[in-house]
């Protein structure tokens, strides 16, 4: 059997039943551990103490501990051939593992009374055995510990003061990508590729820890590829290692990163595929490869938002864009709403409703409190963080209440249609930044409120049906906001011209015959 | 043994099994994970089913007016001018491509291919065409997304509406409507999250049955509720004669008691459901009148839904009242309109169908523009299948038929989270086959759940052993339609 073991040393890959039995070697090394301490624990309290255990069992004791011991070498060993350890660390452990294994065979022999007669000096090399044993242990397991674990597993968590008194190096900052404030201007491989391969593979594929062969940590590791090869294959993403066993089910064996780990996010499978694709490139900028309608949303997600206009890219079409990124007021963190403030507002006949179940902004609707009025308005600024839609339509509000939703700075969508607010209550409204969507129709607002909209730098949208703005006052608003939608609707005589239709008419640059 | 009390033994141990394992556990785990979740659902009084968006919601509300019977897509929307040159020449076997046809057209010697007997134009900032059956369709092209590529599983009226609907050609599983209010509960505790609205269909239409808005296997508040038009929406709404509303108030307060004494005894999660809706009934009372008052509608919203729109039951009238609906913040409304199985006769009688359902359908989207609703607010229209390319029964310049066709169709969007003037999918030459970017079913269902911000393989029930899903082990979301 040893024979066949050197064989496979030799060898290329382990035979499965070496490693199965090499897996077990966790497993068996705990039971030396427990069997040693035991021994050595005993034999303290024989010294110390007149009546205890008597020598037999700790013989017996001393006898399992070298067996386990030695089978946790052989399993150890098996272990060892399956590679991806750090190779320094792993032959101390070894020697340091045969070691305890020896002076355990040496303090049983020598403890069993049958030895004990042939070799008179044996008494004398007992205790040194047994303690030489326990010291190989202790180091032993030590660093079997840091070759699972990593070397900085054990003081990873380390308190300052104990660092400077143990002599370990302050705490390595955690792995921090350079962050993206333009991305057509960002690095490829060091601001996107890189920080995923940190965050998901290089815990495994390390100086220290190469799992098959392979370290993720540098460029050229990366290059290096592992025991069988490259890892990708520049310019071809669905030929390359990386990627493929990424896309594997996640019960397969092959599947990266292992079953149990924090799994990669489509989006950075993609982000990967696509540097692939672009030949693995790692000293080039966004801007300088082509940016495909599949990866521009995932690229303009990396910043929040921002429109992608790489250099040599492929024109944008919007037809196969994805969606795009969804706003900031809706996507941030924000604290969670106090549950008194919310039974407040629910008293007041608010409907408080959460935008998702991930996040705790809130949409507050008056569907069902037409009375909500001025004073209750009060209510609103307490929840000034969450509230980001707000429908206050056909409610008897006025521009009072105006004062107060002033307050919430986190809105996106405000509804105040059919309510007595006024081109003075719109005024108040322009510290409202982050408003997206607001609904004025059926209020008595005029082209003088109009002009104050214009300073609503984020406003999308605004309805004005049935108001007092007049052609004019639209006009004018459109050129100061060419981008603002600005829906009006339809009115007697539109509707009368609206039905008579029976056949499309060809207007004018409109629709054009077949 | 009493069988009562052999319900109440098996009962009450799966309950504190079920509560004892997951009840507790999960209310700690809630409250350490989402304190938000403690306050929601403690107000489970007024809001029974709080479900909440697995993300932020571009669409809050669905209209989805469903054409039954298969409106043809050769004379609406799927301009083919192949048909014409080839017009009377045998559908080429390549195309059919050994495609199941219905009994009704199978035993046919030739396969004529006929064109559409109306003309199209292109409109709007999409270039899309249209037919002259739909002028005012025509008028909101610009506010329209299009899918010209969908196609379903099911070849008949019945499979294909009930796989349309539920997701299953089987009847049994739980409705679109259904999942949406099981999943995302109710914005306004006063109507229920899903409305159903059904306008008169002729003699010989395809009938509807009422499995197409059932809960299937979930709670029962979820069912669909209809409503109809005119004085009494809701039937068996309204008090009796001789009963007043105080009185109605405690008839349901005893009976409530007994309900909960029995469910005490039982712990059948049916009888709470029974008692939220009776309470949601006696909400109703007050509520659904409010909200289908049409009485202060102006005449010139009226002349914009047609003149149809005064008269009770027609599509028109329905429409008006989704708008009123969906100003109430009711989930999902589900209008269905039936007659659009044209067999034979069909210029003639596409010609009668489109005028009933074109100026309505685009007065809904320009209502719900100008209050600001289409901003979340999806209006979905179109039908269980298409209609083939050839022609069944006998073809003439003036008439023709045309036979059911799963392979493809078309359906329009309007409204929040789609990308306006956009035409999806593409037809081979002869309306036949998807070319270009499908769209299944699963697929389509997929998009509008992800609109309403729910994740389609999340949103499950369990139910005899396994969890369903409305698009079962299927679907996938249609993103480049997406805004």
Same mark, same amino acid.
Request: glycine letters at 8%; one cysteine or more; charged letters at 20%.
């Given at each position: 059997?040893?024979?066949?073991?050197?064989?496979?040393?030799?060898?290329?890959?382990?035979?499965? /039943?070496?490693?199965?039995?090499?897996?077990?070697?966790?497993?068996?090394?705990?039971?030396?551990?427990?069997?040693?301490?035991?021994?050595?624990?005993?034999?303290?309290?024989?010294?110390?103490?007149?009546?205890?255990?008597?020598?037999?069992?700790?013989?017996?004791?001393?006898?399992?501990?070298?067996?386990?011991?030695?089978?946790?070498?052989?399993?150890?060993?098996?272990?060892?051939?399956?590679?991806?350890?750090?190779?320094?660390?792993?032959?101390?452990?070894?020697?340091?593992?045969?070691?305890?294994?020896?002076?355990?065979?040496?303090? /049983?022999?020598?403890?069993?009374?049958?030895?004990?007669?042939?070799?008179?000096?044996?008494? =004398?090399?007992?205790?040194?055995?047994?303690?030489?044993?326990?010291?190989?242990?202790?180091?032993?397991?030590?660093?079997?510990?840091?070759?699972?674990?990593?070397?900085?597993?054990?003081?990873?968590?380390?308190?300052?003061?104990?660092?400077?008194?143990?002599?370990?190096?302050?705490?390595?900052?955690?792995?921090?990508?350079?962050?993206?404030?333009?991305?057509?201007?960002?690095?490829?491989?060091?601001?996107?590729?890189?920080?995923?391969?940190?965050?998901?593979?290089?815990?495994?594929?390390?100086?220290?820890?190469?799992?098959?062969?392979?370290?993720?940590?540098?460029?050229?590791?990366?290059?290096?590829? /592992?025991?069988?090869?490259?890892?990708? =294959?520049?310019?071809?993403?669905?030929?390359? @290692?990386?990627?493929? =066993?990424?896309?594997?089910?996640?019960?397969?064996?092959?599947?990266?990163?292992?079953?149990?780990?924090?799994?990669?996010?489509? @989006?950075?499978?993609?982000?990967?595929?696509?540097?692939?694709?672009?030949?693995?490139?790692?000293?080039?900028?966004?801007?300088?490869?082509?940016?495909?309608?599949?990866?521009?949303?995932?690229?303009?997600?990396?910043?929040?938002?921002?429109?992608?206009?790489?250099?040599?890219?492929?024109?944008?079409?919007?037809?196969?864009?994805?969606?795009?990124?969804?706003?900031?007021?809706?996507?941030?963190?924000?604290?969670?709403?106090?549950?008194?403030?919310?039974?407040?507002?629910?008293?007041?006949?608010?409907?408080?409703?959460?935008?998702?179940?991930?996040?705790?902004?809130?949409?507050?609707?008056?569907?069902?409190?037409?009375?909500?009025?001025?004073?209750?308005?009060?209510?609103?600024?307490?929840?000034?963080?969450?509230?980001?839609?707000?429908?206050?339509?056909?409610?008897?509000?006025?521009?009072?209440?105006?004062?107060?939703?002033?307050?919430?700075?986190?809105?996106?969508?405000?509804?105040?249609?059919?309510?007595?607010?006024?081109?003075?209550?719109?005024?108040?409204?322009?510290?409202?930044?982050?408003?997206?969507?607001?609904?004025?129709?059926?209020?008595? =607002?005029?082209?003088?409120?109009?002009?104050?909209?214009?300073?609503?730098?984020?406003?999308?949208?605004?309805?004005?049906?049935?108001?007092?703005?007049?052609?004019?006052?639209?006009?004018?608003?459109?050129?100061?906001?060419?981008?603002?939608?600005?829906?009006?609707?339809?009115?007697?005589?539109?509707?009368?011209?609206?039905?008579?239709?029976?056949?499309?008419?060809?207007? @004018?640059?409109?629709?054009?015959?077949? | 043994?009493?069988?009562?009390?052999?319900?109440?033994?098996?009962?009450?141990?799966?309950?504190?099994?079920?509560?004892?394992?997951?009840?507790?556990?999960?209310?700690?785990?809630?409250?350490?994970?989402?304190?938000?979740?403690?306050?929601?659902?403690?107000?489970?009084?007024?809001?029974?089913?709080?479900?909440?968006?697995?993300?932020?919601?571009?669409?809050?509300?669905?209209?989805?007016?469903?054409?039954?019977?298969?409106?043809?897509?050769?004379?609406?929307?799927?301009?083919?001018?192949?048909?014409?040159?080839?017009?009377?020449?045998?559908?080429?076997?390549?195309?059919?491509?050994?495609?199941?046809?219905?009994?009704?057209?199978?035993?046919?010697?030739?396969?004529?291919?006929?064109?559409?007997?109306?003309?199209?134009?292109?409109?709007?900032?999409?270039?899309?065409?249209?037919?002259?059956?739909?002028?005012?369709?025509?008028?909101?092209?610009?506010?329209?997304?299009?899918?010209?590529?969908?196609?379903?599983?099911?070849?008949?009226?019945?499979?294909?509406?009930?796989?349309?609907?539920? %997701?299953?050609?089987?009847?049994?599983?739980?409705?679109?409507?259904?999942?949406?209010?099981?999943?995302?509960?109710?914005?306004?505790?006063?109507?229920?999250?899903?409305?159903?609205?059904?306008?008169?269909?002729?003699?010989?239409?395809?009938?509807?049955?009422?499995?197409?808005?059932?809960?299937?296997?979930?709670?029962?508040?979820?069912?669909?509720?209809?409503?109809?038009?005119?004085?009494?929406?809701?039937?068996?709404?309204?008090?009796?004669?001789?009963?007043?509303?105080?009185?109605?108030?405690?008839?349901?307060?005893?009976?409530?008691?007994?309900?909960?004494?029995?469910?005490?005894?039982?712990?059948?999660?049916?009888?709470?459901?029974?008692?939220?809706?009776?309470?949601?009934?006696?909400?109703?009372?007050?509520?659904?009148?409010?909200?289908?008052?049409?009485?202060?509608?102006?005449?010139?919203?009226?002349?914009?839904? %047609?003149?149809?729109?005064?008269?009770?039951?027609?599509?028109?009238?329905?429409?008006?009242?989704?708008?009123?609906?969906?100003?109430?913040?009711?989930?999902?409304?589900?209008?269905?309109?039936?007659?659009?199985?044209?067999?034979?006769?069909?210029?003639?009688?596409?010609?009668?169908?489109?005028?009933?359902?074109?100026?309505?359908?685009?007065?809904?989207?320009?209502?719900?523009?100008?209050?600001?609703?289409?901003?979340?607010?999806?209006?979905?229209?179109?039908?269980?299948?298409?209609?083939?390319?050839?022609?069944?029964?006998?073809?003439?310049?003036?008439?023709?038929?045309?036979?059911?066709?799963?392979?493809?169709?078309?359906?329009?969007?309007?409204?929040?989270?789609?990308?306006?003037?956009?035409?999806?999918?593409?037809?081979?030459?002869?309306?036949?086959?998807?070319?270009?970017?499908?769209?299944?079913?699963?697929?389509?269902?997929?998009?509008?759940?992800?609109?309403?911000?729910?994740?389609?393989?999340?949103?499950?029930?369990?139910?005899?052993?396994?969890?369903?899903?409305?698009?079962?082990?299927?679907?996938?979301?249609?993103?480049?339609?997406?805004?």
């Amino acid at each position: 059997m040893i024979r066949l073991i050197l064989a496979q040393a030799s060898g290329a890959a382990p035979a499965d /039943w070496v490693l199965f039995f090499g897996h077990f070697h966790p497993l068996i090394v705990h039971l030396p551990i427990g069997f040693l301490l035991i021994a050595g624990l005993l034999e303290l309290d024989r010294l110390t103490r007149r009546n205890s255990v008597s020598s037999h069992t700790i013989t017996l004791i001393l006898f399992w501990s070298a067996v386990s011991a030695t089978m946790a070498c052989i399993a150890g060993y098996m272990l060892s051939l399956g590679g991806g350890y750090e190779a320094d660390t792993l032959n101390t452990h070894k020697w340091e593992g045969i070691g305890v294994a020896v002076f355990a065979w040496i303090a /049983w022999a020598v403890k069993s009374e049958n030895l004990d007669r042939i070799i008179p000096f044996a008494q =004398v090399v007992y205790l040194p055995a047994l303690g030489i044993s326990l010291l190989l242990l202790l180091a032993a397991g030590h660093l079997g510990g840091n070759l699972t674990h990593g070397s900085d597993y054990l003081t990873q968590y380390m308190p300052p003061p104990l660092r400077t008194l143990a002599g370990v190096p302050p705490k390595a900052p955690v792995f921090k990508a350079e962050p993206i404030t333009d991305v057509n201007q960002a690095m490829v491989y060091q601001q996107i590729v890189n920080p995923i391969l940190q965050t998901r593979c290089v815990q495994c594929h390390n100086a220290r820890k190469s799992k098959g062969g392979l370290r993720m940590d540098t460029p050229d590791m990366l290059q290096k590829g /592992w025991e069988d090869g490259p890892v990708f =294959v520049a310019g071809k993403a669905t030929a390359s @290692e990386l990627i493929k =066993v990424c896309l594997l089910p996640e019960d397969d064996d092959h599947h990266m990163p292992p079953k149990g780990k924090t799994q990669l996010q489509e @989006e950075q499978i993609a982000l990967l595929t696509w540097w692939i694709d672009q030949g693995a490139p790692f000293n080039k900028k966004v801007s300088e490869l082509k940016v495909n309608d599949a990866i521009r949303p995932v690229l303009a997600s990396l910043t929040g938002g921002g429109p992608v206009e790489a250099g040599t890219a492929v024109a944008a079409t919007s037809r196969t864009d994805g969606p795009a990124p969804m706003s900031p007021m809706l996507t941030m963190k924000v604290p969670a709403a106090n549950p008194t403030v919310i039974e407040e507002l629910r008293k007041a006949g608010l409907l408080v409703l959460p935008l998702s179940k991930e996040q705790n902004q809130l949409e507050v609707s008056a569907v069902n409190a037409r009375n909500f009025n001025d004073t209750q308005a009060a209510l609103l600024p307490k929840v000034s963080n969450q509230l980001v839609w707000l429908k206050l339509g056909d409610t008897d509000i006025s521009d009072a209440a105006l004062a107060q939703v002033a307050k919430l700075k986190n809105l996106q969508k405000l509804h105040l249609e059919q309510t007595n607010v006024t081109d003075a209550g719109l005024k108040q409204l322009k510290g409202l930044t982050n408003l997206e969507y607001l609904n004025l129709y059926g209020t008595a =607002v005029t082209d003088a409120g109009l002009a104050d909209l214009a300073a609503l730098k984020n406003l999308k949208t605004v309805y004005l049906w049935q108001t007092r703005v007049t052609e004019q006052g639209l006009a004018a608003l459109k050129k100061n906001r060419p981008d603002l939608d600005v829906i009006g609707g339809i009115n007697e005589q539109e509707v009368a011209a609206f039905s008579k239709a029976s056949l499309p008419e060809t207007k @004018e640059g409109e629709p054009k015959k077949n | 043994m009493d069988i009562q009390d052999q319900i109440h033994d098996q009962l009450s141990r799966r309950n504190f099994l079920g509560q004892a394992s997951a009840g507790l556990g999960t209310i700690a785990l809630a409250s350490l994970l989402n304190p938000v979740n403690l306050f929601a659902g403690t107000s489970a009084s007024d809001n029974p089913t709080v479900g909440k968006p697995h993300f932020p919601p571009k669409v809050k509300r669905v209209i989805y007016l469903f054409q039954s019977g298969a409106p043809s897509q050769l004379e609406l929307f799927d301009y083919k001018p192949k048909l014409e040159a080839m017009w009377g020449q045998d559908l080429p076997a390549s195309v059919r491509n050994g495609q199941r046809l219905t009994g009704m057209s199978a035993g046919q010697s030739r396969f004529p291919l006929a064109a559409s007997k109306y003309k199209f134009s292109q409109y709007g900032p999409g270039q899309m065409w249209i037919s002259e059956l739909l002028p005012h369709t025509a008028r909101i092209a610009g506010d329209l997304t299009f899918i010209r590529s969908l196609h379903t599983e099911a070849i008949n009226h019945d499979p294909a509406i009930t796989f349309f609907q539920t %997701g299953s050609q089987q009847a049994g599983r739980p409705s679109f409507g259904s999942w949406v209010s099981y999943g995302l509960g109710s914005d306004n505790q006063n109507l229920p999250a899903f409305v159903v609205l059904l306008s008169k269909g002729r003699d010989g239409d395809q009938p509807l049955y009422a499995k197409l808005w059932s809960n299937g296997f979930l709670p029962s508040v979820h069912q669909g509720v209809v409503f109809r038009s005119g004085p009494d929406p809701v039937y068996y709404l309204n008090n009796p004669p001789g009963v007043d509303k105080s009185s109605r108030r405690r008839m349901l307060d005893y009976l409530g008691k007994l309900h909960h004494e029995q469910f005490k005894r039982v712990l059948d999660p049916e009888i709470n459901s029974r008692m939220a809706q009776y309470e949601m009934a006696y909400r109703m009372q007050a509520s659904v009148p409010e909200t289908l008052d049409i009485s202060k509608e102006p005449d010139y919203i009226f002349d914009m839904y %047609g003149p149809e729109s005064r008269k009770p039951g027609t599509f028109a009238a329905n429409c008006l009242l989704a708008r009123k609906l969906v100003e109430k913040d009711v989930k999902f409304v589900q209008l269905y309109h039936q007659g659009w199985d044209q067999h034979g006769n069909l210029p003639n009688d596409i010609k009668t169908q489109a005028k009933s359902v074109d100026q309505a359908s685009a007065a809904l989207v320009m209502d719900l523009k100008q209050r600001g609703l289409l901003d979340d607010t999806l209006v979905i229209w179109g039908g269980e299948f298409g209609r083939g390319a050839y022609s069944q029964g006998k073809l003439t310049r003036d008439n023709y038929g045309r036979d059911h066709h799963p392979r493809a169709f078309s359906v329009w969007m309007a409204g929040a989270g789609v990308k306006k003037g956009m035409v999806y999918g593409e037809t081979d030459d002869f309306g036949y086959n998807v070319v270009n970017e499908p769209v299944h079913v699963h697929d389509f269902q997929a998009t509008i759940l992800h609109l309403l911000g729910v994740d389609h393989e999340k949103l499950t029930f369990k139910s005899q052993g396994r969890r369903y899903r409305l698009t079962d082990v299927h679907g996938k979301v249609v993103k480049p339609i997406l805004v």
